[in-house]
């Protein structure tokens, strides 16, 4: 049986692939659906095909041998979208990296290429495949030569084959002959001009009937209809030219030897290297790699016996700086890996004579010998190791974060790829889906390795981490913020926040009343029983039996979206008690059933903060999520009466006034903004007044509404759509809005443009203390992201200075609590708000501490405010 080469079109499929699936980026910001769309039929081909040779050909961005012909070649085609070009090099480094022959030469195209090297090998006896998404190359297309087309769909992708018996089926000629009809007929995407009046139908039914262009000229007379007689007559000279134009080259002078195109390993370090830097999760498991062995990891070891467990602390304790981290899962801590150098790397389990406490003591005094500890998410082992922000601690999850905040998350093989140029396997390539005490038991070898790179890789990461911090202007955040805030946040979570559990039952039984009423009710206006979650059978209700205008129909029904119901429930009754349902139940699953679940032994919730999950660098929580906690309907407001203080406490409950707006008028330096806030001056109000041109005194209720939204719109970089949706006006009137509003502040609209401006220059914006946020969107050719993109770029140094400031106040507060020796404890931060559970003999004290922290956390042109209340409960203080 003759061996089997594969030949595939480099752009052509790159192409489909990018066209055939959503955009994807990685953590870089580097976009990856067409390398992975290709990636995907290149495995499909391979599995199907089975072949010994593969090549892929690419054009080259230069003049080919055609245009020189014809200098309109080509000529109509658009330029190549910026998110593909990007991916070329991309593809290219794959394949090297998979050792796969790659071929281009300038003044050839691809399909040159692949012509010259398909009739080639075919003469040398072997089967041939050709991959392309170009039916111009059906006409290399014999009985030894297969041309495959793939569609790519969100479904997979198909593949439509074609030898010469398929070409002769479906387009009735010869695949030779299928380039005289392309000839004729011309073709719009190349620029072939073919003969003017004949098209696909005419020129088929003409090379059908004489074989070719030249024998159909030679019997021009006989030809039918008249006019594609006339016209071939009078532009044969242009169908001659555009049959030389199309036709591919079989002879190329190209060096290649189909021995160097022998298919190999694919699946190489270098490549699943690739694949983990690009994300490609799903391609990963084809990989069964040999770790590359650096220089630490043929000395990691167990230590099981006292004594060398004792000396190796001892070594430790003189290093200048040592990797650690402690190896638990929930509550439970499995051991401690520990790397002195880079080959001195040791994991100790907690067995026998090592116990929890024994590792809790050894690294409190490995902290007090000065030695420097760097580790990787430092705050969860804040629960057993006792440390504070003047010890010597690096994060590194912390400082990879910073330095990439788009990341989903910080794995430590990730952090050894991006920093270290090491290829690591994860935890889940090391034990699978195994619980780790399990795998610690069923697979000691790979779990030792697992644990003993998390140490290994802290201690090399360092390094890198904090030049490149300090490259960009981050060193301070790091040091001044983010890592004080470690031992902040943890101090919070260990504290939690009290929760009356019957008061918490109580809130969930009125609601279930409310939510059986308005149901009833809903039922009662539709005239039926339907599931009301379902927007299916909503759908219907509202579109069909009560025909409501605007019903937009998708392929699963109706859309019920809030956005589409909002815009109908002025003006139907059933509309407003169904958003009012769906507000209710949120409120029953999410907070009166769904907090109940996390209340702790002690009658608190112990929330987690989670530091590294915002590309702006505000704080979320988790387990539960207290940062959602309602605030705008008076219903969603009572769940916070549930949250209570100590016995003899109160809470103090302080916010900041119109952060972002302050902000706004500080780092624009709009004089009119900052005069207004200099007067204290109802901020809103006094927009109202410039931007509808109505004397102060005379602004009403409703323009003062209006102009909040615009305010507070403008910051996060609003369109004049997204403001006639929010103020149910004509988006004339939302730009008539904005046009006078930047005609007030013409300072704003100086800094905002420049901030996009910025964005589009460097790649990313920073914050009023240095923090930055990539912006990759600003260089996406699609409309819709690079508009997403310039309001990220107006907003997320807003937004994030006063993440910044409030972190500031987080910080100075907690510390100044502890420092004054008082019983009064930092518990919740939400937005740009913080809760101090006060005993009620330090109120005043704490009330001076808090105002002085978060008036001192930034120097702004205007000044910060604080709003603060004492409450009983959550709700009363806010």
Known sequence: MSEKLVLIDGHSILNRAFFGLPDLTNAEGLHTNAVYGFLNILFKILEEEQPEYLTVAFDVHAPTFRHKMFDAYKGTRKPMAEELRQQVPLMKEMLRAMGVTVIEKEGLEADDLLGTIAKRSEAAGYEVSVVSGDRDLLQLASDHIKIRIPKTRRTGTEIEDYNTKEVLEKYQVTPL???????????????????????????????????????????????????????????????????????????????????????????????YMMCKRLEFKNLLKRFEVDTPVNTGEENFKRIEDFSGVEDFFAKAKKQQAAGVQLIYEKDVVLGLAVACTKEDVAYIPVVGFVTEQYLFEQSRQLLASGTEIRTFDL????????????????????????????????????IAKDYLDLMVPSKEDYLGKKDLATASEEKPEEFLKMACYQAYINLMAKEPLAKQLEEEGMKELFDKIEMPLVYTLSDMEKEGIAIDADALKEYGENLAVSIDKIEKEIYEEAGETFNINSPKQL???????????????????????????????????????????????????????GLAA??????????????????????????????????????????????????????????????????LAHMSGDKNLIDAYKHAEDIHAITASKVFHVPFE???????????????????????????????????????????????????????????EDGKTKGYVTTMFGRRRPVPELSSSNFMQRSFGERVAMNAPIQGSAADIIKIAMI????????????????????????????????????????????RAADLAVTLEVDMHAGNNWYEAK
Not at 644 to 658: H, K, M, T
Not at 704 to 729: M, W
């Open 379 to 414: 705050k969860p082992q804040l629960k057993w190791i006792e440390a504070d922000e003047k010890s010597h601690i690096f994060d590194v999850k912390i400082a990879a974060y910073l330095l990439n905040p788009l990341k989903n998350d910080y794995a430590y093989e990730d």
């Open 177 to 271: 002959q299928f380039i005289d009809v392309k000839a004729l007929m011309g073709d719009t995407a190349d620029n072939i001009p073919g003969v003017p009046g004949i098209g696909e139908k005419t020129a088929t039914n003409l090379i059908v009937a004489y074989g070719s262009i030249e024998n159909a000229y030679a019997h021009v007379e006989e030809i039918k209809p008249n006019r594609a007689k006339e016209m071939l007559k009078e532009h044969y000279d242009m169908a001659q030219l555009s049959k030389t134009l199309a036709t591919i080259k079989i002879d190329a002078d190209i060096p290649y030897d189909i021995n160097e195109a022998r298919i190999g390993n694919l699946y190489t370090p270098e490549a």
């Open 539 to 593: 759908g219907v209700i509202l579109f069909e039996k009560l025909q409501m205008p605007n019903g937009k129909k998708t392929k699963t029904g109706y859309s019920t979206a809030a956005d589409v119901l909002e815009k109908l429930a002025p003006d139907y009754p059933i509309v407003s008690k169904i958003l009012e349902y769906r507000q209710l139940t949120k409120l029953k699953s999410t907070y009166a059933d």
């Open 812 to 855: 100075h507060v907690h510390d100044r609590l502890k420092e004054e020796g008082l019983k009064s404890k930092l518990i919740l931060q939400v937005h740009d708000e913080l809760l101090v559970e006060t005993c009620k003999e330090e109120q005043q004290q704490v009330e001076k501490i808090l105002k002085e922290e978060m008036l």
């Open 698 to 756: 005379e602004v009403t209720p409703l323009q003062r509404r209006n102009a909040k939204a615009v305010n507070f719109g403008i910051v996060y970089g609003i369109s004049s759509f997204g403001l006639s949706q929010d103020l149910s006006i004509t988006r004339k009137e939302a730009e008539q809005y904005i046009k006078n509003y930047f005609e007030t502040y013409p300072g704003i609209k100086t800094f905002l443009d420049g901030l996009v």
């Open 598 to 663: 996390f209340i702790a032994e002690d009658g608190r919730i112990h929330s987690t903060f989670q530091q590294t999950i915002t590309a702006t660098g505000r704080l979320s929580s988790t387990d539960p999520n207290l940062q959602n906690i309602p605030i705008r309907m008076e219903l969603g407001r009572l769940i916070r009466k549930v949250f209570l203080p100590r016995e003899g406490y109160v809470f103090l409950d302080a916010d900041y006034s119109q952060i972002e707006l302050r902000l």
